[in-house]
């Protein structure tokens, strides 16, 4: 089992950053990919980024080149640094994990709010 807790949502202006972090425990070995998804109101839920044992990442289209994952192994957390935010990346954003070999992510939080001001 793992427990995904993620942080550091909240309300800022377009143009402006903020810091996602999502900190799992328990069985870490679950954890080969973590990944970071949003779910605006009325829209379904869409994948934004993932990172990958070895340091690979992945990212949507519309997170290229402003958002950055990244993962710090020794406290089991993983990151998503978002810069100039606009208005329609508005959404709760959800971490979730699972092993390399599942097809599905197994392992979600409950979710954190990012609101965007235009």
């Known amino acids: 089992q793992v427990h995904l807790v993620e942080s550091g949502g909240g309300l800022v202006q377009a143009g402006g950053s903020l810091r996602l972090s999502c900190a799992a425990s328990?069985?870490?070995?679950?954890?080969?990919?973590m990944a970071w998804f949003r779910q605006a109101l009325g829209k379904e839920r869409e994948f934004v980024a993932a990172?990958?044992?070895?340091?690979?990442?992945f990212y949507a289209n519309s997170a290229k080149g402003r958002f950055f994952i990244g993962r710090d192994n020794a406290a089991n957390t993983v990151y998503l640094q978002m810069n100039n935010l606009h208005a329609e990346d508005t959404a709760i954003y959800y971490c979730a994990a699972k092993f390399l070999r599942s097809a599905d992510y197994v392992y979600w939080g409950q979710g954190t709010q990012v609101t965007v001001s235009s």
């Open positions: 328990g069985d870490v070995a679950a954890t080969e990919i």
């Open positions: 990172h990958r044992w070895g340091d690979i990442t």
